[in-house]
C-alpha cells in the first residue's frame, strides 16, 4: 500500500461508501500457514480498504489512538487470532 492509498483509505468516512460496496470481514480467509508478511498482503487484496469494513450488516471504522498500540501490531494481532 502506497502512502497516497494510505491516507485516501484513512479519510474514508461512512458518507463516502455504500454499505454495499464493503468487503464483509466475515468472509474473508487467511491461509494461516503463510509468513505475516504474505497474510498481510493476501488480507489488504481481499479486503481492500482496512479501515472501513462491515460486519454483517454492519459498518465499522477502525481507528487507532496515537498513544495506543501501533497500526501494525494490531494489524499483525488481528492476522493471528485464532
Same mark, same amino acid.
Given at each position: 500500500?502506497? %502512502? ?8 474514508? &468516512?461512512? &458518507? ?6 464493503? $468487503? ?10 503463510? %509468513? !505475516?508478511?504474505? $497474510? ?6 481481499? !479486503? ?7 460486519? =454483517?450488516?454492519?459498518? !465499522? $471504522?477502525?481507528?487507532? %489512538?496515537?498513544?495506543? !498500540?501501533?497500526?501494525?501490531? %494490531?494489524?499483525? =494481532? ?5
Amino acid at each position: 500500500m502506497t %502512502a497516497e492509498e494510505h491516507r485516501k483509505f484513512l479519510g474514508q &468516512d461512512f &458518507d463516502d461508501v455504500k454499505i454495499e460496496e464493503l $468487503k464483509d470481514i466475515r468472509t474473508i480467509r487467511i491461509d494461516r500457514g503463510r %509468513a !505475516v508478511e504474505e $497474510k498481510k498482503k493476501q488480507y489488504l487484496g481481499k !479486503v481492500g480498504n482496512p479501515y472501513l469494513v462491515k460486519v =454483517g450488516s454492519t459498518m !465499522v $471504522k477502525i481507528r487507532f %489512538a496515537n498513544n495506543g !498500540v501501533s497500526f501494525e501490531d %494490531a494489524f499483525e =494481532g488481528l492476522l493471528l487470532m485464532g
